[in-house]
């Protein structure tokens, strides 16, 4: 059986059906090969390097700034460090939600099926990244970075009402972000051996992740009626500005011993870093529009948080 999407520029996707079933019983074949747990496939008693950043100078949010130019190399560590662990931070804030929304999605479902098992799965290695982030941002002396209380009342509201193809995009939203940018330090020999190794971790079991909330969208997204699709992109668009404007919190400046209210206007103004999230976002975009959830007012939302 065949799904048939049309966007609103027009264009037509068709993509086969793969069964729920089906799908989720290859995702526990996989995990079932390659795995980690985190807890003893990292060094944690290793010294942390003096001299190697805490992610790939180009992905943080000052490269290409004149404040970058004026800081030392010491403040750049520092800050790429700080930055890793905001990063990191937010990422357990999203994997909490993402858990929450898992369980209440498969909540009266048959156990013994495989996409039941799945879900727990997937649950699962959320449980472990999120305890490997936090052991991260400890290993390296930084606080528990976290989006503001407002931020995190709206999240507690999308766990408890996200649904249908809207939470599996959120999901995606998330986790490609993440997947781009940490493709790019895993192999950056600049890079603490700490946050390649948590990265390439976090890109094998996401991978997973990825496709099943992918399969999940294209198999939910055409029994939405117009209002129920206005709804869901505007959801979409919500959390993937919230997301991306929380990735660096305003924190990791005063770690390096900058001056705060000029990093952040830096970074805002800061034209690199918009299209490192550009890119990071390609794929993700393309994605969503073939299936429908980027579309109409959505859009502005998108491209205030510099994702298109």
């Known amino acids: 059986m065949a799904t048939t999407?049309?966007?609103?520029?027009?264009?037509?996707?068709?993509?086969?059906?793969?069964?729920?079933q089906e799908i989720s019983a290859r995702l526990l074949r996989s995990s079932?090969?390659?795995?980690?747990?985190?807890?003893?496939?990292?060094?944690w008693d290793a010294e942390v390097p003096a001299d190697l950043y805490g992610l790939s100078p180009e992905w943080s949010s000052l490269y290409g700034t004149p404040l970058w130019d004026e800081m030392t190399d010491e403040q750049r560590i520092t800050l790429t460090v700080h930055e890793y662990c905001s990063i990191s931070g937010v990422g357990i804030w999203f994997e909490v939600l993402l858990m929450q929304l898992v369980l209440r999605d498969v909540y009266g479902d048959d156990p013994a099926q495989p996409h039941f098992q799945w879900a727990l799965t997937e649950i699962a290695d959320e449980c472990r990244h999120s305890v490997m982030f936090a052991r991260t941002a400890e290993k390296f002396g930084a606080p528990s970075y976290q989006p503001?209380?407002?931020?995190?009342?709206?999240?507690k509201t999308f766990a408890a009402k996200g649904d249908g193809p809207a939470a599996y995009a959120a999901i995606l939203v998330a986790e490609e972000i993440l997947d781009i940018f940490q493709r790019d330090l895993m192999k950056d020999e600049r890079v603490q051996p700490l946050t390649r190794a948590t990265s390439q971790i976090h890109v094998v079991e996401e991978a997973r992740h990825m496709r099943f909330a992918r399969e999940e969208i294209v198999r939910r997204t055409p029994s939405l009626n117009r209002w129920q699709l206005h709804r869901h992109r505007t959801v979409v668009a919500t959390v993937a500005a919230m997301v991306a404007d929380n990735l660096i919190q305003p924190g990791v400046y005063a770690a390096a011993g900058l001056d705060v209210d000029r990093a952040v206007a830096a970074a805002r103004a800061n034209e690199h870093y918009a299209a490192k999230l550009r890119d990071a976002t390609t794929g993700l975009v393309d994605f969503l529009r073939g299936v429908g959830l980027i579309g109409g007012t959505s859009e502005k939302l998108w491209k205030r948080a510099r994702l298109i």
């Open 148 to 155: 503001s209380a407002k931020v995190l009342r709206l999240g």
């Open 32 to 43: 079932a090969k390659k795995s980690y747990d985190p807890v003893v496939d990292i060094d």
């Open 5 to 20: 999407l049309t966007s609103d520029r027009g264009t037509t996707q068709t993509k086969a059906r793969v069964d729920r």
